[in-house]
């Protein structure tokens, strides 16, 4: 390519790049995410101040939170999930368009909590597909911050070879929980519901003691 003493390209001269596919796609995908939040619990607040003036999430290309999940690709599930709540999830999830990755921010969204009950969901990835676990209760904006980066540099690492396995879902499962019913008790374990209490316990009835020890003074 021709240039001129200034060094720029002369009229009429062709100019190109080259580089490989793969970046120029990723690059545009990691840098033009639009998050969906689903915010629950006090895990949303913190996410709500990741897009504040201290935090500026907009700088990541990311100041457009949708709440549409057809105009999204980055779910950002933000607190507690109830089993009520987890076909709505899901739902959600396979409304958005591909390529979509999910971030789950907060220690009950990723495993539960404090919340071992019968009717919390102990871990979103029971539902949807989760790449990035964001640790805390709640965690601060900027871990949320780094998980998006840990998202932008996934993607990174992408290629588009790799398309079909990376972007494969079950048509049949869309709008229901992924864990089956025995999964679903192995992780509720002796809190799964009133009768599996007692029966661990050993009572046979809220009112009724086997043992004398069952029950504190």
Same mark, same amino acid.
């Given at each position: 390519?021709?240039?001129?003493?200034?060094?720029?390209?002369?009229?009429?001269? &062709?100019a190109?790049?080259?580089? #490989?596919?793969?970046?120029?796609?990723?690059?545009?995908?990691?840098?033009?995410?639009?998050?969906m939040?689903?915010?629950?619990?006090?895990?949303?607040?913190?996410?709500?101040?990741?897009?504040a003036?201290?935090?500026?999430?907009?700088?990541?290309?990311?100041?457009?939170?949708?709440?549409s999940?057809?105009?999204?690709?980055?779910?950002?599930?933000?607190?507690?999930?109830?089993?009520?709540?987890?076909?709505?999830? #899901?739902?959600?999830?396979d409304?958005?368009?591909?390529?979509?990755?999910?971030?789950?921010?907060?220690?009950c969204?990723?495993?539960?909590?404090?919340?071992d009950?019968?009717?919390?969901?102990?871990?979103?990835?029971t539902?949807?597909?989760?790449?990035?676990?964001? &640790?805390?209760?709640? &965690?601060?904006p900027?871990?949320?911050?780094?998980g998006?980066?840990?998202?932008?540099?996934?993607?990174r690492r992408?290629?588009?070879?790799?398309?079909?396995?990376?972007?494969?879902?079950?048509?049949?499962?869309?709008?229901?929980? #992924?864990?089956?019913?025995?999964?679903?008790?192995?992780?509720?374990? &002796?809190?799964?519901?009133?009768?599996?209490?007692? #029966?661990?316990s050993?009572?046979?009835?809220?009112?009724?003691? =086997? =043992?004398?020890e069952?029950?504190?003074?």
């Amino acid at each position: 390519m021709g240039v001129n003493q200034s060094g720029l390209p002369l009229l009429g001269s &062709p100019a190109f790049v080259t580089t #490989r596919l793969d970046f120029v796609v990723n690059w545009a995908r990691r840098n033009s995410l639009w998050p969906m939040p689903f915010g629950t619990a006090c895990c949303a607040i913190e996410m709500m101040a990741s897009a504040a003036s201290n935090f500026d999430l907009a700088r990541f290309g990311m100041e457009r939170m949708s709440f549409s999940p057809r105009q999204a690709d980055v779910l950002i599930c933000a607190g507690r999930v109830p089993y009520k709540l987890a076909p709505v999830l #899901r739902r959600i999830w396979d409304q958005m368009m591909q390529p979509k990755w999910c971030i789950s921010m907060g220690a009950c969204a990723s495993s539960g909590g404090v919340f071992d009950v019968y009717s919390m969901v102990q871990g979103i990835d029971t539902i949807v597909p989760v790449d990035v676990y964001i &640790p805390g209760c709640p &965690p601060r904006p900027e871990g949320l911050i780094y998980g998006l980066m840990m998202v932008q540099e996934k993607i990174r690492r992408e290629s588009l070879a790799n398309h079909a396995e990376l972007r494969a879902e079950d048509p049949l499962a869309a709008g229901r929980p #992924r864990a089956g019913d025995q999964e679903v008790a192995d992780l509720t374990g &002796p809190f799964g519901n009133s009768t599996d209490q007692n #029966r661990v316990s050993g009572l046979v009835a809220t009112d009724a003691v =086997r =043992r004398s020890e069952d029950r504190l003074p």
